[in-house]
């Protein structure tokens, strides 16, 4: 650019046609489905198409209420799935709104203000301090600039900008003296002028929003299980009800009452329950975990919260606090003294006088969290701090390339001269001071101690001056060296107790930050990590896919990550089998929110896109609510299995008793009514019961399932088959040589206690019946007492018995009955240990 240019900036004619053939400086707008899109892609889903015919079945038969039962869950299920598909849509539209602030720029020479979407490459944007850089630009001219670029980095230190003396190699946010601001970054100190380099989709974070545009969120596995296993169970229900057609019409030459028989038999075999079960599961596991304070965003993430292997963290507001504080102060004299175990009540002097001028050194007004940690210490604690009694800022001395520190000189009427605080980089302090070589090797000993232990250090002078002409720099005034200040960003309370808590889950927790390695290491040994190497953005850079997936396996640090680097890093985890979980807060978080099987956000300190592109989102930003909604959906997801083994094993004897006198030429058992009555009672077990159940002793004891798990093993599909063909032969055996109408009021009776019992054993894959029966489940109490209600009016009230066509049932029928349900729970119960541990599998 020119130097008259540079002065004047773009003229508007010149804006205007940049404008038109580069388009503004936002993200394009996604092809956003259209609910009406979305509603079609799910009706093609094979589980709510079984649903809808389902219904229809029920409506031509004539029972208009299962129909509306089942299209009413049909509806639910469609609404759910819609509402969650249109609000992931969303993304895009959040990023977009945070990367459009206005900006003042100078056009024709005049400073202007305009829409962030109308800023322009070449244009000249003037900065200030708490400004919102509207676009990727490069200093042309600056004074004391700081940018906190914590959106794009996760990193909440403020950087140092300064104007490029040559041409710079490193294009990265973060890092300090660069030459370059970004879009989304935020002003924290100083002024400048820069020229637009990148607008829109060419800024670093729109780059951001167009590897989200091409992203695809991980597909929903138990979906697609259970779609299958309603495909299977749909054709054997219709081999079920064929054989009865044929064996009806064959045997007894009556083929319209084989028809009837058959859709009877189909109406048991329809597999409505499935689809019923997940939809309820997934709700109601929706709402336990956000009692948890965790917000489920996209069902699929429950089911996978239990198989997650890896646990992707960031550091910056998620294993800390992101909330900068003075944890260390080391004296000039040597003395180290940790602010957490300083009594307010019995401070030094020369204490006092080490912070106090670090408050003083700063703004009055902070926006940089490192001075905001200085005047909070400050407030802290009972000292008479100079800048609130009658101080007044005269002069501010800013940081120079050659000089890596700030000066404030300050005023009183009451003093006899000039009080000036000065902090900076500890080279450049010692300089200040003209500092001896044995204390500036003592100082540089105690920086890199300080900096071990994952601490920003910053140097801490004081100087007094007459009443004289200011000097023109901070090298004209009589430094004295007071001290250095160690400033943390504390780790939050919970985490350590969390990563343990997820090490005996068999979850590996890495960590991933944008911050420099030696800070990273401390931070991970103190959440309890294993930190002993660490992988660096730089490392990364140079390694193919392939090789970096050999180092994600061991590695549990990663250091000076980009955002394009934290994606590979997930996408070499899951490349490598592992179910990833990444949390994560900022922009730069966003791909590999969306990229994991399960992304977390955080609720409080996140920002929109990065809620908007995870399926989990903590509300109360607490990293212990991971493992707390980990716990829960290992609960649900066994709890789902119990409920599906439970769904197979009841269906057994249901199809045996409509089969079996079909084949040997009996009177039917089941018919219509039955089923209903039979379906009243599975649905809502199913529903309820098996949802509200306890987790198991060992849930968060055991490894994690593996991720291509099927929901149900062999080993379940063998002890359902089991289970179901004990219950049938109890009930035919009790059926004796009785009239029709009792035989079939004794054997529903018995299939009835039958059920109860299956879903007693059903309740825990390891714990004994004891323990089992009386862990508390309101709502099988609940269902309990209806179902004997209901069965005892059927069998003692007289249009209810003829409506069911049961026979008188005597006291020795009933007493043998209870006996069998009795003896079919202890065999049950006696055969689980042996198939305990490849339930759990």
Same mark, same amino acid.
């Given at each position: 650019?020119?130097?008259?240019?540079?002065?004047?900036?773009?003229?508007?004619?010149?804006?205007?046609?940049?404008?038109?053939?580069?388009?503004?400086?936002?993200?394009?707008?996604?092809?956003?489905?259209?609910?009406?899109?979305?509603?079609?892609?799910?009706?093609?889903?094979?589980?709510?198409?079984?649903?809808?015919?389902?219904?229809?079945?029920?409506?031509?038969?004539?029972?208009?209420?299962?129909?509306?039962?089942?299209?009413?869950?049909?509806?639910?299920?469609?609404?759910?799935?819609?509402?969650?598909?249109?609000?992931?849509?969303?993304?895009?539209?959040?990023?977009?709104?945070?990367?459009?602030?206005?900006?003042?720029?100078?056009?024709?020479?005049?400073?202007?203000?305009?829409?962030?979407?109308?800023?322009?490459?070449?244009?000249?944007?003037?900065?200030?301090?708490?400004?919102?850089?509207?676009?990727?630009?490069?200093?042309?001219?600056?004074?004391?600039?700081?940018?906190?670029?914590?959106?794009?980095?996760? #990193?909440?230190?403020?950087?140092?900008?300064?104007?490029?003396?040559?041409?710079?190699?490193?294009?990265?946010?973060?890092?300090?003296?660069?030459?370059?601001?970004? *879009?989304?970054?935020?002003?924290?100190? +100083?002024?400048?002028?820069?020229?637009?380099?990148? %607008?829109?989709?060419?800024?670093?974070?729109?780059?951001?929003?167009?590897?989200?545009?091409?992203?695809?969120?991980?597909?929903?596995?138990?979906? &697609?299980?259970?779609?299958?296993?309603?495909?299977?169970?749909?054709?054997?229900?219709?081999?079920?009800?064929?054989?009865?057609?044929?064996?009806?019409?064959?045997?007894?030459?009556?083929?319209?009452?084989?028809?009837?028989?058959?859709?009877?038999?189909?109406?048991?075999?329809?597999?409505?329950?499935?689809?019923?079960?997940?939809?309820?599961?997934?709700?109601?596991?929706?709402?336990?975990?956000?009692?948890?304070?965790?917000?489920?965003?996209?069902?699929?993430?429950?089911?996978?919260?239990?198989?997650?292997?890896?646990?992707?963290?960031?550091?910056?507001?998620?294993?800390? &606090?992101?909330?900068?504080?003075?944890?260390?102060?080391?004296?000039?004299?040597?003395?180290?003294?940790?602010?957490?175990?300083?009594?307010?009540?019995?401070?030094?002097?020369?204490?006092?006088?080490?912070?106090?001028?670090?408050?003083?050194?700063?703004?009055?007004?902070?926006?940089?969290?490192?001075?905001?940690?200085?005047?909070?210490?400050?407030?802290?604690?009972?000292?008479?701090?100079?800048?609130?009694?009658?101080?007044?800022?005269?002069?501010?001395? +800013?940081?120079?390339?050659?000089?890596?520190?700030?000066?404030?000189?300050?005023?009183?009427?009451?003093?006899?001269?000039?009080?000036?605080?000065?902090?900076?980089?500890?080279?450049?302090?010692?300089?200040?001071?003209?500092?001896?070589?044995?204390?500036?090797?003592?100082?540089?000993?105690?920086?890199?101690?300080?900096?071990?232990?994952?601490?920003?250090?910053?140097?801490?002078?004081?100087?007094?001056?007459?009443?004289?002409?200011?000097?023109?720099?901070? #090298?004209?005034?009589?430094?004295?060296?007071?001290?250095?200040?160690?400033?943390?960003?504390?780790?939050?309370?919970?985490?350590?107790?969390?990563?343990?808590?997820?090490?005996?889950?068999?979850?590996?927790?890495?960590?991933?930050?944008?911050?420099?390695?030696?800070?990273?290491?401390?931070?991970?040994?103190?959440?309890?990590?294993?930190?002993?190497?660490? /992988?660096?953005?730089?490392?990364?850079?140079?390694?193919?896919?392939?090789?970096?997936?050999?180092? %994600?396996?061991?590695?549990?640090?990663?250091?000076?990550?980009?955002?394009?680097?934290?994606?590979?890093?997930?996408?070499?985890?899951?490349?490598?089998?592992?179910?990833?979980?990444?949390?994560?807060?900022?922009?730069?978080?966003?791909?590999?929110?969306?990229?994991?099987?399960?992304?977390?956000?955080?609720?409080?300190?996140?920002?929109?896109?990065?809620?908007?592109?995870?399926?989990?989102? /903590?509300?109360?930003?607490?990293?212990?609510?991971?493992? *707390?909604?980990?716990?829960?959906?290992?609960?649900?997801?066994?709890?789902?299995?119990?409920?599906?083994?439970?769904?197979?094993?009841?269906?057994?004897?249901?199809?045996?008793?409509?089969?079996?006198?079909?084949?040997?030429?009996?009177?039917?058992?089941?018919?219509?009514?039955?089923?209903?009555?039979?379906?009243?009672?599975?649905?809502?077990?199913?529903?309820?019961?098996?949802?509200?159940?306890?987790?198991?002793?060992?849930?968060?004891?055991?490894?994690?399932?593996?991720?291509?798990?099927?929901?149900?093993?062999?080993?379940?599909?063998?002890?359902?088959?089991?289970? +179901?063909?004990?219950?049938?032969?109890?009930?035919?055996?009790?059926?004796?040589?009785?009239?029709?109408?009792?035989?079939?009021?004794?054997?529903?009776?018995?299939?009835?206690?039958?059920?109860?019992?299956?879903?007693?054993?059903?309740?825990?894959?390891?714990?004994?019946?004891?323990?089992?029966?009386?862990?508390?489940?309101?709502?099988?109490?609940?269902?309990?007492?209806?179902?004997?209600?209901?069965?005892?009016?059927?069998?003692?009230?007289?249009?209810? *018995?003829?409506?069911?066509?049961?026979?008188?049932?005597?006291?020795?029928?009933?007493?043998?009955?209870?006996?069998?349900?009795?003896? /079919?729970?202890?065999?049950?119960?006696?055969?689980?240990?042996?198939?305990?541990?490849?339930?759990?599998?």
């Amino acid at each position: 650019m020119s130097a008259q240019a540079s002065r004047t900036g773009l003229s508007q004619a010149e804006a205007e046609a940049r404008l038109v053939g580069e388009g503004y400086n936002e993200l394009p707008r996604a092809q956003r489905r259209t609910p009406l899109r979305i509603l079609v892609e799910v009706l093609r889903e094979p589980m709510l198409a079984l649903l809808a015919c389902g219904g229809l079945i029920y409506l031509l038969l004539g029972d208009l209420q299962e129909a509306l039962l089942l299209l009413v869950f049909g509806a639910m299920s469609i609404l759910i799935t819609v509402v969650q598909e249109a609000r992931t849509e969303r993304v895009l539209e959040a990023l977009r709104d945070l990367t459009s602030p206005r900006a003042l720029v100078i056009r024709d020479g005049e400073r202007r203000r305009i829409a962030g979407r109308e800023v322009t490459r070449g244009d000249l944007v003037v900065l200030a301090e708490g400004d919102r850089v509207p676009a990727d630009a490069m200093l042309a001219d600056c004074r004391d600039l700081q940018v906190d670029e914590s959106l794009l980095t996760g #990193e909440s230190v403020p950087v140092r900008k300064q104007v490029a003396g040559a041409p710079a190699e490193d294009r990265r946010p973060g890092g300090d003296d660069q030459p370059f601001v970004y *879009s989304g970054s935020l002003v924290v100190r +100083g002024e400048g002028i820069a020229v637009v380099t990148a %607008t829109g989709p060419r800024s670093e974070i729109g780059k951001i929003g167009q590897s989200l545009q091409a992203l695809q969120a991980e597909p929903p596995r138990l979906k &697609q299980q259970m779609a299958r296993l309603v495909q299977l169970c749909a054709i054997g229900g219709a081999a079920v009800s064929l054989a009865a057609v044929v064996l009806y019409g064959t045997l007894r030459g009556e083929w319209l009452q084989a028809v009837l028989a058959g859709i009877a038999i189909g109406m048991s075999m329809l597999p409505e329950e499935f689809p019923v079960v997940l939809t309820v599961f997934m709700a109601m596991g929706a709402w336990r975990i956000s009692k948890a304070r965790v917000l489920t965003r996209r069902a699929a993430a429950i089911e996978t919260l239990g198989a997650a292997t890896v646990l992707c963290t960031d550091k910056t507001g998620t294993l800390t &606090q992101n909330q900068m504080s003075v944890a260390e102060l080391r004296l000039a004299d040597g003395t180290c003294l940790r602010t957490s175990s300083i009594e307010p009540a019995h401070i030094e002097p020369n204490v006092v006088e080490l912070v106090r001028c670090a408050a003083m050194a700063s703004s009055p007004e902070p926006f940089d969290p490192m001075e905001k940690a200085f005047h909070d210490l400050v407030r802290a604690w009972p000292t008479n701090d100079r800048a609130s009694s009658g101080w007044r800022l005269t002069r501010s001395y +800013g940081l120079r390339p050659e000089l890596l520190a700030m000066t404030q000189v300050w005023d009183n009427v009451d003093a006899p001269g000039y009080l000036v605080a000065a902090k900076g980089a500890p080279e450049a302090i010692a300089r200040l001071c003209k500092l001896s070589e044995s204390d500036q090797t003592s100082m540089r000993e105690n920086v890199d101690v300080m900096a071990g232990n994952g601490l920003r250090v910053l140097a801490i002078a004081i100087a007094d001056h007459d009443r004289e002409a200011l000097p023109s720099s901070q #090298e004209g005034f009589a430094f004295r060296f007071l001290g250095l200040i160690g400033i943390a960003d504390p780790i939050r309370k919970s985490v350590a107790a969390a990563v343990r808590e997820c090490r005996s889950a068999g979850i590996r927790i890495t960590m991933i930050t944008g911050d420099y390695p030696a800070t990273a290491r401390a931070i991970a040994r103190e959440a309890g990590l294993e930190a002993s190497s660490v /992988l660096t953005g730089a490392q990364i850079a140079a390694m193919d896919d392939a090789e970096l997936g050999k180092f %994600t396996k061991s590695v549990n640090v990663f250091a000076r990550i980009t955002p394009d680097q934290k994606l590979r890093i997930v996408q070499a985890m899951k490349a490598d089998g592992e179910t990833v979980a990444m949390t994560g807060d900022g922009v730069n978080d966003a791909p590999s929110l969306k990229a994991a099987h399960i992304g977390i956000a955080m609720g409080g300190r996140g920002t929109d896109v990065a809620r908007e592109a995870s399926s989990i989102v /903590l509300l109360d930003d607490d990293f212990g609510s991971i493992v *707390s909604a980990i716990r829960l959906g290992r609960r649900i997801y066994d709890n789902l299995r119990k409920a599906m083994t439970f769904i197979f094993a009841v269906h057994v004897p249901i199809a045996g008793l409509a089969l079996f006198p079909l084949a040997f030429g009996l009177p039917l058992i089941l018919g219509p009514v039955h089923i209903a009555f039979l379906e009243l009672i599975i649905d809502p077990v199913c529903s309820l019961v098996f949802e509200a159940e306890r987790e198991e002793r060992d849930v968060m004891s055991r490894p994690p399932r593996r991720a291509d798990a099927p929901l149900f093993t062999w080993a379940l599909i063998c002890w359902s088959v089991l289970q +179901g063909v004990v219950a049938l032969t109890f009930a035919i055996a009790l059926r004796g040589d009785m009239p029709p109408d009792e035989a079939r009021a004794l054997a529903f009776f018995s299939l009835v206690l039958c059920i109860v019992g299956l879903v007693l054993v059903n309740r825990s894959f390891s714990a004994s019946f004891a323990s089992a029966l009386f862990r508390p489940n309101a709502a099988l109490v609940w269902i309990l007492s209806a179902v004997a209600a209901i069965l005892a009016t059927s069998l003692l009230w007289g249009p209810a *018995s003829a409506l069911f066509r049961f026979g008188p049932l005597h006291l020795d029928d009933l007493t043998v009955t209870l006996g069998a349900g009795l003896v /079919l729970l202890v065999l049950l119960e006696l055969l689980k240990p042996i198939w305990a541990a490849r339930l759990r599998s």
